[in-house]
């Protein structure tokens, strides 16, 4: 079970698509009607991953791959999601707990 928030990492882009919740991950079709690739993957609060598997309905769900990412392994992704939007003094950013961190991407995508 997902811990929202969450972002979905592309592979091959440093840009991170920030998930509010659940509703926001049903209610935004791209986001699960997308095809994508397998070594993409949603990071939840707790730094679970998940795969965007297709389902039978080409609907994407998330599965469990019982991966988990540390908070300097999820800092490194906000970080370089910052950098690529154009932020400054990104090596400055901080976050004492993974959904602190995920929860940066949306402040970043605000600005």
Do not use: F
């Not at 811990?3 to 592979?11: D, F, K, L, M």
Request: some cysteine; hydrophobic content about 40%; glycine content about 4%.
């Amino acid at each position: 079970m997902v811990t929202w928030p969450a972002v979905i990492s592309i592979s091959g882009d440093a840009e991170l698509i920030y998930v509010a919740d659940q509703r926001d991950w049903e209610d935004a079709a791209e986001l699960h009607l997308l095809a994508y690739d397998e070594a993409d993957y949603l990071l939840d609060a707790c730094g679970s991953a998940y795969r965007l598997t297709t389902k039978a309905d080409n609907r994407v769900m998330p599965e469990p791959t019982g991966e988990t990412r540390t908070l300097p392994e999820v800092l490194g992704l906000v970080k370089a999601h910052a950098a690529q939007s154009g932020s400054c003094c990104v090596s400055k950013l901080y976050a004492p707990t993974i959904q602190a961190a995920i929860e940066m991407v949306r402040s970043l995508d605000h600005h």
